[in-house]
Structures are given as structure tokens and as C-alpha cells.
């Protein structure tokens, strides 16, 4: 277990998180360029927006996007204070929440996904080729495979 990465390792780690920044902060600029909300919303009310009629819980939310349970809680805030989710009482337990989008908030998608779009192309589909984007999607899936086995 104390066997320190390689020189190949440590490049393709930090190749991966740089890219990653460039990439999400191109989107998050591109966004906010056109007066959208952040990422992060669109995160959120993308998942909503695939099970419009039953809602999530904010667990449930939180294990599909990348933000941690405090931030999380404060984003959903935002979002129902800017009318694009609602918050209903989940039938199987009094206390918890379920979350759902509103007409506002798909509203919102559909006006972030022309701008989200063009920048995944533009800095992602246009500088790989076709099998290039498969094989980086094969090897990032058997990352993630393995290190979710790990946990």
C-alpha cells in the first residue's frame, strides 16, 4: 500500500484533473456569457428533468452530481427560491423531501443547452476523432469501475 506512483501515473493524474478545470470552466463561462446559471444548476435540474414525475430525494441527487451534501442543500435553496424546483413531502417518510423540476426550471435547460453544447464540441468533439473519444471513454470507465470497487 505505500507504493508511490509512478512518473507515468502522476502525468496522466495531472493531465486528467487540468483538463477537466479547462474544460468545466469553459462551460461555466460560455454560461455565464449568455446570462445562464452556473453548471451546477444545470447538473441538478438535468437529473430532475429525467424523472420529472417522481422527484428525488436530495440524497439521491447527491449521488448522481459532484457536489457535496452541504453544498447541495444550499444550491436546491437557490433553485426553489428561483422558482425551478419545488419541494414536496415524500410519502414514505414525513421528514425527508422530495425534489422536483418545475416548468421554469426546464425552461432553464433548454436555454443552457445550446451554450453547453457548443463548448463540448468546440473544446472536446472537434480536437478528438471519433475513436479517440471511445477509447478515452473506455479507459475513464474502467477507471472509474475500479476505483468504485475499491470504495
Not at 456569457?33 to 424523472?51: A, F, H, I, N, T
Not at 444550499?74 to 422530495?98: M, Y
Amino acid at each position: 500500500m505505500n507504493k508511490a506512483p509512478t512518473k507515468e501515473t502522476m502525468e496522466g493524474w495531472i493531465q486528467l484533473h487540468r483538463s477537466h478545470r479547462y474544460l468545466l470552466e469553459r462551460v461555466e463561462s460560455a454560461l455565464k456569457s449568455e446570462g445562464l446559471p452556473p453548471l451546477d444548476w444545470y447538473d441538478v435540474l438535468l437529473e430532475l428533468k429525467r424523472v420529472k414525475k417522481t422527484g428525488l430525494r436530495q440524497y439521491e441527487i447527491s449521488g448522481k452530481v459532484l457536489l457535496n451534501k452541504h453544498n447541495l442543500s444550499r444550491l436546491i435553496d437557490r433553485l426553489e427560491k428561483n422558482g425551478l424546483v419545488q419541494r414536496n413531502a415524500c410519502p414514505e417518510d414525513g421528514r425527508g423531501n422530495l425534489i422536483k423540476i418545475t416548468s421554469a426550471g426546464e425552461k432553464v435547460l433548454k436555454q443552457a443547452w445550446p451554450v453547453y453544447s457548443h463548448v463540448i464540441e468546440e473544446s472536446f468533439g472537434t480536437i478528438l476523432k471519433s475513436d479517440e473519444i471511445v477509447e478515452l471513454t473506455r479507459v475513464l470507465s474502467l477507471v472509474l469501475g475500479r476505483a468504485e470497487r475499491l470504495t
